[in-house]
């Protein structure tokens, strides 16, 4: 299976109801209320989410990502792919696909 196939373009990538968000300058911590887990991100995660977490679509937010960041389309799927395989095994987002 190709990264691509695991996060499709269409997919849809939200913050889940019982996790609280809070921006810290640049960076951002995440809460879930449910298993107490806390959950930082970088300045570059951080906005990472934040386009994803307002974009229509995945593919939208990745279009939008590759032209306020000069890195390799490939390179850029690949870290934001880990970054919500990581926060999906946390139970910080939900994804409709």
């Known amino acids: 299976m190709t990264m691509e196939s695991s996060w499709p373009d269409k997919?849809?990538?939200r913050i889940h109801p019982q996790v609280l968000l809070h921006q810290?300058?640049?960076?951002a911590v995440?809460?879930?209320l449910d298993s107490g887990?806390?959950?930082g991100l970088d300045a570059v995660g951080a906005r990472?989410?934040?386009v994803v977490h307002q974009s229509a679509t995945l593919g939208d937010?990745?279009?939008l990502l590759l032209?306020?960041?000069e890195v390799d389309g490939t390179q850029l799927r690949a870290d934001l792919h880990r970054l919500l395989d990581d926060m999906q095994a946390q139970g910080l987002i939900v994804v409709e696909r």
Request: proline share 0%; charged share 25%; glycine share 4%.
């Open 11 to 13: 997919a849809q990538v």
């Open 24 to 27: 810290v300058e640049d960076e």
């Open 30 to 32: 995440l809460l879930n």
């Open 37 to 39: 887990v806390y959950y």
């Open 48 to 50: 990472m989410m934040q």
């Open 61 to 63: 937010a990745i279009g």
């Open 67 to 69: 032209r306020e960041y």
